[in-house]
Nanobody, 126 residues
């Protein structure tokens, strides 16, 4: 089964920034809408953002709107999540996944996504 690979996580202080990357080498991402999710210890996995296959449409959870920006570079087969003004409550493992609805961001639920990466840890702490 093909998988996505997330990278770019780390430890940052509140107010800091990170850019997460989501890449696939075994298939072409430009056919799919890509979602970013996060899961903190003891919490359910929640949708953070999604970008359509063309990059023309994006969605954000209310908790990150205005701070996070999703983008994609289909030529490099990569989707990004720029995370600014990070807060301690952003601490989680972040995952990317392909949408089962193919090109569209039709749902924020994890069950609407197919291929997943292994996750990358983001920790926001002083």
């Amino acid at each position: 089964q093909v998988q996505l690979v997330e990278s770019g996580g780390g430890l940052v202080q509140p107010g800091g920034s990170l850019r997460l990357s989501c890449a696939a080498s075994e298939f072409t991402l430009d056919y799919y809408a890509i979602g970013w999710f996060r899961q903190a210890p003891g919490k359910e996995r929640e949708g953070v953002s999604c970008i359509s296959s063309s990059g023309g449409s994006t969605t954000y959870a209310s908790s990150v709107k205005g701070r996070f920006t999703i983008s994609r570079d289909n030529a490099n087969n990569t989707v990004y999540l720029q995370m600014n003004s990070l807060k301690p409550e952003d601490t989680a493992v972040y995952y990317c996944a392909t949408s089962l609805s193919s090109a569209s961001c039709s749902s924020s639920g994890w069950y609407s996504y197919g291929s997943w990466g292994q996750g990358t840890q983001v920790t926001v702490s002083s």
